[in-house]
């Protein structure tokens, strides 16, 4: 691009199946933490460090931009003395060539602050929810469980709301296919509607763990996270990420710092923050 953006839509190619996407990490903040908090159960290894990376992530084939999920807003980061927040996702897609308005869909994979908090910036978009995800958070279980409840922006969960009357929101029952190439697919464990996206890419098909697998520790040693809404969920959600995906190095977990070493990063001013992932 011109302006020296990374040119992430790339040239179309009349040789390239128009449901092939490239897919994007984006690193959005950090915050320092302890094992114990990171895994169910007691953990001999507790109390060492632990670091917690947030993300967002971007599909974009020939004919279509979406976004995975979108992060904390700025005003809810700066109430987060915890939170080293790096930027807004939003401004993080903008540097990278992708307006909000253009984005098509948005995939929330479940409800939870860190994953709702930029959705209203995407003003063109339609927000592609689970139905038990969003039946449990308006229903009457969730309000009357502190546990969870801090987890949901009453702000967000507002707009969503909105959102849907104002037809703009498609709920999923299960498993389906978004755009051509990319599919949501419901696994449930560490919420009640938890989604996770499978994408074909030109390396095979990659799928996007969000909080399905916080770590790439929770799949890969069949470790549940320490917050879950179901044991047995958690324990097939992990079951599934590796049934979807088109192998080991094709998993994104959703909140692992290793995602920055995994996979090459952005050239240029994003390469402390965005990686390619295919």
């Given at each position: 691009?011109s ?18 996407h ?8 950090h ?7 990171h ?21 974009v ?52 602050y ?7 910036a ?33 702000r ?8 849907r ?33 499978r994408?074909r ?31 047995t ?6 079951d ?25 990063r952005?050239?240029?001013p994003?390469?402390d ?6």
């Amino acid at each position: 691009m011109s302006d020296g953006s990374p040119d992430v839509h790339g040239s179309p190619d009349v040789h390239r199946s128009p449901d092939v996407h490239r897919v994007y990490a984006i690193c959005y903040g950090h915050r320092d933490a302890r094992r114990g908090q990171h895994f169910h159960g007691y953990d001999e290894r507790w109390d060492e460090p632990h670091p917690t990376a947030y993300y967002v992530w971007l599909a974009v084939s020939d004919r279509h931009t979406v976004v995975i999920d979108t992060g904390i807003s700025p005003d809810r980061a700066g109430e987060l003395p915890y939170l080293d927040y790096l930027a807004s996702p939003v401004e993080t897609l903008a540097a990278m060539g992708v307006a909000a308005g253009s984005v098509d869909h948005v995939v929330l994979t479940h409800l939870h602050y860190d994953h709702t908090g930029t959705a209203e910036a995407f003003g063109a978009a339609r927000y592609v929810v689970q139905r038990s995800e969003l039946d449990y958070w308006t229903g009457p279980w969730a309000e009357r469980i502190e546990r969870e409840r801090w987890l949901v922006s009453d702000r967000d969960m507002k707009h969503l709301l909105g959102a849907r009357d104002a037809g703009r929101v498609r709920l999923v029952d299960g498993d389906a296919e978004i755009v051509p190439g990319l599919s949501v697919h419901h696994v449930g464990g560490h919420t009640a509607g938890m989604q996770v996206v499978r994408v074909r890419t030109a390396r095979g098909h990659v799928v996007l763990a969000s909080d399905a697998s916080h770590f790439y520790e929770n799949v890969e040693e069949d470790r549940p996270f320490a917050i879950l809404h179901s044991m047995t969920g958690m324990y097939g959600a992990f079951d599934r990420i590796k049934e979807l995906a088109g192998g080991p190095a094709l998993v994104v977990a959703g909140h692992d710092p290793e995602v920055l070493r995994r996979f090459p990063r952005l050239p240029g001013p994003l390469g402390d923050r965005v990686v390619a992932v295919a």
